[in-house]
């Protein structure tokens, strides 16, 4: 069920990781490529930037604009959690869909993510494979499978 | 045995008897333990949370009497005990239209309710692989294996 994305021609979607890690970095990269997934990465390493880059990018770039954001819940710079608000709080912004990735398995902060406003929590795998398979299966899901909205549209 | 299955407690809010009756009908069918409750609309919706265990994770269709299911969700938003629980809207709706309005009120994801049995089947499948298994969801308990085993 691949969408064609407007403006670009490509039949790429685009996920954003945010990251600090670029040992992680590196893990998507060749996760996707293991799994053959029509996927652009990019990536930010601060949670500062996200904001400013996102709204950069759907005023004046819209082709770079995710379809999906993958956010470490705890970056150095920034939680998660308020990057979340942040973005929630923005109408041109709101919509992105945000998956929360993190090492924890706190119910305090599974609770607080999904009450910012994330779209879902994982935990990141400890094995090369269950980070590939987790990987696949948020392609399959969110690209394959579930409707996503459509940020190219004006607000 | 059923102990290493994956169990999800869904409440499903869906005004179409004929759509739930199916869903009630695959549930022996999943790879999964599903349990699912029913509410007609977007107020059943909120009377079954004031008044049963909360659920895992809502599965709710738009087009409802009553209150319907963009209604029901930006009314979640003003309820601070509710916000934790993960919406995924399964409706007929394709319009693009219907779907960013659907997010920017809340959702968590949107998925095409389908027609035929089999996809449907393959929906539910879809649904608690990745909302029971991958996803961690509020009431997980904190000692389980929450590795991807896909």
Redesign the interface.
């Given at each position: 069920m691949s969408k064609n994305r407007r403006g670009t021609g490509s039949l790429d979607y685009r996920l954003l990781i945010v990251e600090d890690d670029p040992a992680d970095w590196e893990l998507f990269s060749e996760a996707v490529k293991h799994e053959n997934l029509p996927l652009q990465l990019s990536y930010l390493q601060q949670g500062k930037e996200v904001v400013p880059q996102l709204t950069q990018w759907h005023q004046e770039d819209k082709a770079c604009f995710p379809d999906l954001m993958l956010l470490d819940l705890n970056l150095p710079d920034q939680d998660g959690r308020e990057i979340l608000r942040q973005l929630r709080s923005k109408p041109e912004l709101a919509t992105l869909p945000v998956v929360i990735f993190s090492a924890s398995k706190s119910s305090d902060d599974v609770v607080s993510c999904y009450r910012a406003g994330c779209n879902c929590f994982i935990v990141k795998p400890n094995t090369w494979k269950g980070f590939y398979g987790v990987v696949s299966t948020i392609f399959s899901y969110w690209f394959d499978f579930a409707e996503l909205p459509d940020h190219l549209l004006e607000v | 045995m059923s102990e290493n299955r994956v169990k999800l407690h869904v409440l499903l809010v869906d005004d179409d008897e004929g759509d739930t009756f199916i869903i009630e009908d695959l549930l022996e069918e999943l790879s999964y333990d599903l349990k699912l409750n029913i509410a007609r609309n977007g107020l059943e919706a909120f009377q079954y949370l004031q008044t049963h265990e909360e659920p895992d994770l809502i599965l709710l269709d738009l087009n409802m009497p009553r209150m319907d299911g963009r209604q029901f969700l930006q009314k979640k938003l003003t309820m601070?005990e509710y916000?934790?629980?993960?919406v995924v809207v399964l409706t007929t709706s394709?319009a693009?239209r219907d779907?960013?309005q659907t997010?920017?009120t809340?959702c968590?994801?949107?998925?095409?309710k389908p027609s035929g049995i089999r996809e449907l089947l393959k929906?539910l499948e879809?649904i608690g692989?990745?909302?029971g298994k991958?996803?961690?969801?509020?009431?997980?308990p904190?000692d389980?294996e929450?590795?991807?085993r896909?």
């Open positions: - | 601070p916000q934790h629980i993960p394709d693009q779907i960013d997010y920017a809340g968590n994801s949107y998925l095409i929906t879809m692989t990745f909302w991958v996803v961690l969801r509020p009431h997980e904190e389980s929450q590795e991807a896909i």
